[in-house]
């Protein structure tokens, strides 16, 4: 898909296309797998071709959210203890009661204090990343978890003493369990979101410095902007539940060719070749 043969009036060649993007081969296959970009083969072809207005738009958005994000304030933490009434507040803002309360999210910070980052503007917490290293028999429930008994049984997982292990330099992960959430209503919502995603891999990346490795992420949710988030990203899709109208997502960080995935797999391969070198 990525030769460069000469493109037909109001189309571009793959290398054209990427050129324009500013994005390698892999994430052309990735936009065009998941029909964010339209790929055209002519008939007794192989090579494909894009249509012009397909990625020119796809350049303007992206100008947009540079320069949008460029004048923006918002700041990317690792929350504090005081952010936890924030981080309750923007799931009822979306939930209302159907979610766990302050108590029981205080609860989970204080088990592991490096499981929630907050995006702030003015010192409003508006979304928000939680990376949980639930016990993997607790990470089962949650994803096999159905419709009516959910809200209130994650409630009761936060609440448990045991539920959430530690992170312990040199001990490998084997999933996290991504918690990713924008207050509704706010201007710029899908620009947090996005701040969100690239925030995950600030996180995983600061977690491969304490050689602390992560083999899977997983996430579920109903929530239409966090479903598109763990879409675009390149997660993969879990068969649904009966009954139920959450939508489960894996990504497996080791074997993953979503351009999420490859950014986290170049980043533990330079680490691994710089210790070879010292």
């Known amino acids: ?59 303007k958005e992206r100008e947009l959210f540079l320069l949008t994000y460029s004048k923006d304030t918002s700041k990317f933490t690792k929350a504090l203890e005081e952010d936890i009434r924030g981080i309750h507040e923007v799931c009822t803002n979306l939930w209302g009661d159907r979610t766990p309360s302050y108590e029981a999210r205080l609860n989970s910070y204080k088990q592991n204090s490096s499981i929630y980052y907050v995006v702030k503007k003015e010192g409003i917490v508006v979304g928000f990343l939680g990376l949980v290293p639930f016990r993997r028999d607790i990470l089962e429930e949650i994803m096999n978890a159905g419709q009516n008994d959910f809200y209130l049984r994650y409630q009761q997982i936060l609440e448990m003493p045991d539920s959430i292990l530690p992170f312990i330099p040199g001990q490998q992960v084997y999933s996290l369990s991504l918690d990713m959430q924008v207050r509704k209503g706010t201007p710029k919502e899908e620009l947090y979101g996005m701040r969100l995603i690239q925030g995950c891999i600030e996180v995983l990346e600061k977690l491969a410095e304490q050689n602390i490795t992560i083999e899977k992420l997983h996430a579920s949710s109903g929530a239409p902007h966090a479903i598109k988030l763990c879409r675009d990203a390149g997660f993969t899709e879990l068969p649904q539940l009966q009954g139920t109208t959450r939508k489960r997502f894996e990504m497996d960080l080791t074997t993953s060719q979503s351009p999420f995935a490859k950014d986290y797999q170049k980043m533990l391969e330079h680490r691994q070749n710089n210790r070879v070198q010292i």
């Open 1 to 59: 898909m990525a030769k460069s043969g000469k493109a037909p009036v109001g189309y571009y060649s793959a290398s054209q296309a990427m050129r324009r993007l500013g994005i390698g081969s892999s994430t052309l296959y990735h936009f065009v797998e998941v029909g964010k970009i339209r790929r055209i083969v002519p008939p007794y072809m192989k090579e494909g071709y894009y249509p012009q207005e397909d990625i020119d738009k796809m350049v």
